[in-house]
């Protein structure tokens, strides 16, 4: 089971922002440790999207963006295209169990 | 190019082993720990375990902790997972993922795998 909850679907148009949550607690993202973002799309591989709660590894566009308050994190993608469809996940370390991921969220672009 | 190539994978009875190999090329292999993710079917993503730079540290998770152990040989680039008394709730596509920053464990998977699919089944 995971430690840290995502929202299992959001949607928008293309041209959107949408914003995906990560919820933990005091024993990992609050716990000071950063937070880090993968996408996957369809059938293929987790891609390191989002690493240090805020930093883009080289060839990530700008649209996609990081933040970490407290106990949760997000990942805003602005000006939504039809190639962000995918699953996201967020990941931290947690004191008890180590490395985790997070629930899950599959972005839809209507 | 970083490439990471698992292989290994397949359709074993509950309680046998196997053993999962990942060929890593395009980075200093040594300088690096390295990661197993798994992932069930339909399902999400859950750590496994990972292995410094040495192979002298290796921490996993609870769920396969005293049954998988992961190991790496750096003369030969690869990444191993021995995976024993198997259950049908392992069976998942397993990815291998380098981790960053250099030396540390404690970092992000940058690169990934194409996975390798374990079905537990009778």
């Known amino acids: 089971q995971s430690v840290l909850t995502q929202p299992p679907s959001v949607s928008g148009a293309p041209g959107q922002r949408v914003t995906i949550s990560c919820t933990g607690s005091?024993?990992?993202?609050?716990?000071?440790?950063?937070v880090h973002w993968y996408q996957q799309l369809p059938g293929t591989a987790p891609k390191l999207l989002i690493y240090g709660n805020t930093n883009r590894p080289s060839g990530v566009p700008d649209r996609f963006s990081g933040s970490k308050s407290g106990t949760s994190a997000s990942l805003a993608v602005t000006g939504l295209q039809a190639e962000d469809e995918a699953d996201y996940y967020c990941?931290?370390?947690?004191?008890?169990?180590?490395?985790?991921f997070g629930t899950g969220t599959k972005v839809t672009v209507l | 190019e970083v490439q990471l190539l698992e292989s290994g994978g397949g359709l074993v009875q509950p309680g046998e082993s196997l053993r999962l190999s990942c060929a890593a090329s395009g980075f200093t292999f040594s300088s690096f720990a390295m990661s197993w993710v798994r992932q069930p079917p339909g399902k999400g993503l859950e750590w496994v375990s990972v292995?410094?730079?040495?192979?002298?540290?290796?921490y996993y998770a609870d769920s396969v902790k005293g049954r998988f152990t992961i190991s790496r040989d750096n003369s030969k680039r690869t990444l191993y997972l021995q995976v024993n008394s198997l259950r049908a709730e392992d069976t998942a596509v397993y990815y291998c993922a380098k981790v960053a920053p250099e030396m540390t464990t404690w970092g992000y998977f940058d690169y990934w795998g194409q996975g390798t699919l374990v079905t537990v089944s009778s």
């Open positions: 990941q931290s370390y947690d004191s008890s169990l180590s490395r985790v």
């Open positions: 292995i410094n730079v040495s192979g002298g540290s290796t």
């Open positions: 005091s024993s990992n993202i609050g716990a000071g440790y950063d």
